[in-house]
């Protein structure tokens, strides 16, 4: 098996406001499959870190071990410092389809994680509102799952895990199932949201050109097991006009170079 060839940038920079930390996580699934193996990385306060790698390298388990969701056989993952020991208040997870209440409204979708936490109602709904026009979704908070595209119900979704104010949100790849018209749309937003929220982003993505554009950071993984094969910083100013970081130099240079590495395990 081919290993994924070191990059031509610059060492990371040292993190030193870590909200998530990973430490030695390894993942054995029954049967034998070595999901993951000895992965330690940190994620930063306030940046949208994704994970990349080839098909079966581990992120979406890595994602769902961060999110409690997932027990590592060894290591251990620390949220503000203690060890995750299943899903917490302090975590967000957006799920790739969707995980919508078919019997819900938008407004009740969006407000159950308040409503688990007991939040009264005129609470969750006023919180819930702000956050259903945050994502675009002014006027639809009557609607039900069945009445809206696959765009608009992801959209439910991401409103939903910012409605509950937790540190850390997890994405695993919540644009694939959208046109890509709309996903360069989300995008954008994403970005709108990573500025203001001030949040810790964990996004999972297959697509070389969204981890550069979105993300702060990449940690890009190994073939199967997992394994940190490189962290990479793309030097993109976002505060400008979002369609100029396409055509970036360094978002250019760096999708170039994050292919030829992974077709490298191609060839």
Not at 87 to 94: L, M
């Amino acid at each position: 098996m081919n290993a994924i060839a070191p990059l031509a940038f610059a060492a990371p920079s040292k993190v030193t406001d870590s909200v998530v930390a990973v430490r030695n996580v390894s993942k054995l699934y029954p049967g034998g499959v070595q999901a993951l193996e000895d992965v330690s990385v940190d994620f930063p306060r306030g940046q949208l870190t994704s994970l990349l790698g080839p098909s079966g390298c581990g992120k979406t388990t890595l994602l769902k071990i961060i999110a409690g969701l997932l027990p590592a056989t060894s290591g251990d993952v620390l949220v503000n410092g203690k060890p995750v020991a299943g899903p917490g208040p302090e975590r967000a997870f957006v799920f790739q389809d969707f995980a919508l209440m078919p019997w819900a409204t938008v407004l009740r979708n969006v407000a159950f994680g308040l409503e688990l936490r007991g939040t009264p109602k005129t609470e969750r709904e006023e919180i819930s509102r702000k956050y259903i026009t945050q994502v675009g979704l002014s006027g639809f908070e009557e609607r039900f799952p069945h009445e809206l595209s696959g765009g608009m119900r992801q959209r439910v979704g991401l409103a939903r895990a910012l409605s509950v104010n937790a540190d850390v949100l997890m994405m695993d790849e919540p644009f694939s199932a959208v046109d890509e018209q709309n996903r360069r749309k989300f995008q954008e937003d994403l970005l709108t949201l990573v500025a203001n929220e001030k949040k810790t982003f964990i996004f999972v993505t297959h697509s070389i050109e969204e981890a550069v554009y979105v993300s702060d950071r990449i940690v890009l993984l190994s073939p199967r097991p997992g394994r940190i094969a490189e962290i990479i910083e793309p030097d993109i100013n976002r505060d400008g006009d979002a369609d100029a970081i396409r055509r970036h130099p360094v978002y250019l240079d760096t999708v170039d170079a994050i292919w030829q590495s992974l077709k490298t395990y191609l060839d």
